[in-house]
Structures are given as structure tokens and as C-alpha cells.
């Protein structure tokens, strides 16, 4: 019997483990505050104590990480990453997502209310085991598993599912690492569009941030203190104070300014010095 053993990465780079629907182990995290879970939940410090309760209402509000887990969501915020891929699939932009989800690892999906519920509430996913309910309920809204007995994470062999299959416009959600550099330099077509949209950089290095900002569309600037001073030397457009969304490319301008067209928000900006007077206290 394969162990039921889930670990991600969330509020400020701690390491949680959910097993069996329960927390087994929650890490340490250098962040002690965040000014989006302030904004939202008057949370003034990312202690031990908030951090199992958040992560224990994601278990029982959408069953993160367990059987009854929900994959389909309207917008839970208004710009996010799963919010600008929704849209844009929406308007046949985008036409496929490389994605993960906790119990089925790396998936291929077509359904922008899966996408959106698959990325919406989730932070980073570390590695998963397969939850054979969840995968079932994947695969009836037409998602692709890449492996539904290991649960695999490896978004460039996703991106290779994807051109088997045909998709000409594929967008790829990643964690910050290596694997970006070689999904955008790996050979498709000429007919054939692949983006990449990071997230969860908090802690992402100097080097790291500029190689994302190299290969990747659409970077999230989580409370990455690498990204803040990359984006006010090289002064990309974004959108957003507390956290923004900055455009790593032309592409992934126009995805985020279709979003902000969608719900009447004002259009990206590269407007500097941007306003940090609400950024998280210490940024990693």
C-alpha cells in the first residue's frame, strides 16, 4: 500500500506535511509576516499555531491533500496565477495547462474551472502521493495525469504529454528551479506557444531570480526579497502593492493585462520606485 504522504511549501517557505488527512510536521519559517494574510485575516504574525490552522481549513474546506479534495473553483482573488490562466483559457489563449495537484501530481487540463481549483488555494507543492479518488475525478473533467501511480511532479515531461497531444498554446505552472531554464529551451514547433508562469519564489537566490526572469512569462513575487531588488533595478511591469505579479515577458504581459481588462482593474505598470510601505517585514 503506497503511504499517503503530501508535503508543500507555504506562508513563507515552511515545510508542512499532511498524511492521512492530518498535519504530521510543520517547519520553521523565517517570515513572520505577510501582508496579504494581513490584509485578509488581520494575521500579524506567521507563528506556528495560524499556520496549522490555515493549512487545517484547507483540509476541511476543500479537502486539500484528502479523498473529497475539490477541483473546480470560481476566482478566489482578484489576480493570482490560476485567475490569469482562467481568463486566458477562457478567451482561447491558452488551450492547455501543465499544472500539479496534490493526490495526482503533474496533470495536463483544459477546464478553466479545474485549473482554477486545482491552483487556486493550493502553495507549493513538494511532492504528493496519488489519491486514486482525486485522480478519478481529474480524469472525468478530461485532465491527463502524467503518472497515476506515482504521482509524479516533472512539468517538462508534462510539456512533452502536451505536444503529443497537439496543443499548440501550453502554459506550464512551476516552482522556481532548474527545470525552467529547460522547458524553455526544449525544441517544439514553430506553430507551437509554451509560457511559464513561477510561483512561491519566497527564498528564490539572486542568480535563481534572474534566470526566472530569463526564461519564465508571468514571475509572483511571494516575499521574495531577490525579486523586489531585481524588479527595481530592471523595472518589469507589473501589477499589484502588497504582492505583485510581474511580467517576465511581453506574453506574459498581455496574459496578466487581459485579466486586469476582464475584471476593469488598471492595466500593468512599470511605474518606479514602486510602494513597499505594506511589503512583508522580512524578505527571504
Do not use: W
Amino acid at each position: 500500500m503506497v503511504q499517503d504522504r503530501h508535503i508543500i511549501e507555504t506562508l513563507g517557505k515552511v515545510r508542512v506535511v499532511i498524511e492521512n488527512g492530518e498535519i504530521t510536521e510543520v517547519g520553521e519559517s523565517e517570515m513572520k509576516y505577510c501582508p496579504m494574510f494581513h490584509a485578509m485575516h488581520k494575521v500579524d504574525e506567521l507563528n506556528e499555531e495560524f499556520i496549522r490552522k490555515n493549512i487545517n481549513f484547507r483540509i476541511k474546506d476543500f479537502g486539500m491533500c484528502t479523498p473529497e479534495r475539490v477541483i473546480e473553483m470560481d476566482d478566489l482573488v482578484t489576480v493570482g496565477i490560476s485567475e490569469i490562466l482562467k481568463t486566458n483559457i477562457e478567451k482561447g489563449n491558452i488551450d492547455c495547462v501543465v499544472g500539479a495537484c496534490d493526490g495526482a501530481g503533474t496533470l495536463l487540463m483544459t477546464n478553466p474551472r479545474v485549473v482554477q481549483g486545482v491552483g487556486g488555494r493550493v502553495s507549493g507543492l513538494v511532492s504528493t502521493t496519488p489519491i486514486p479518488e482525486v485522480i478519478e475525478k481529474l480524469k472525468q473533467k478530461d485532465c491527463i495525469i502524467l503518472n497515476e501511480e506515482t504521482a509524479e511532479l516533472n512539468q517538462l515531461e508534462g510539456l512533452k504529454i502536451a505536444l503529443d497531444k497537439g496543443y499548440k498554446n501550453i502554459a506550464i505552472t512551476i516552482l522556481p528551479s532548474p527545470m525552467v531554464e529547460e522547458i524553455r529551451n526544449y525544441p517544439v514547433g514553430d506553430d507551437v506557444n509554451v509560457y511559464i508562469f513561477v510561483a512561491h519564489t519566497t527564498g528564490a537566490s539572486p542568480d535563481e531570480v534572474e534566470m526566472l526572469f530569463e526564461n519564465a512569462d508571468i514571475v509572483t513575487a511571494c516575499a521574495s526579497k531577490a525579486i523586489s531588488e531585481y524588479a527595481d533595478a530592471n523595472r518589469p511591469y507589473y501589477y499589484g502593492v502588497k504582492v505583485p505579479i510581474f511580467c517576465a515577458s511581453e506574453d506574459g504581459r498581455r496574459f496578466l493585462d487581459i485579466r486586469l481588462d476582464h475584471i476593469g482593474k488598471p492595466l500593468t505598470t512599470n511605474e518606479y520606485p514602486r510602494d513597499k510601505s505594506d511589503a512583508p517585514h522580512k524578505l527571504l
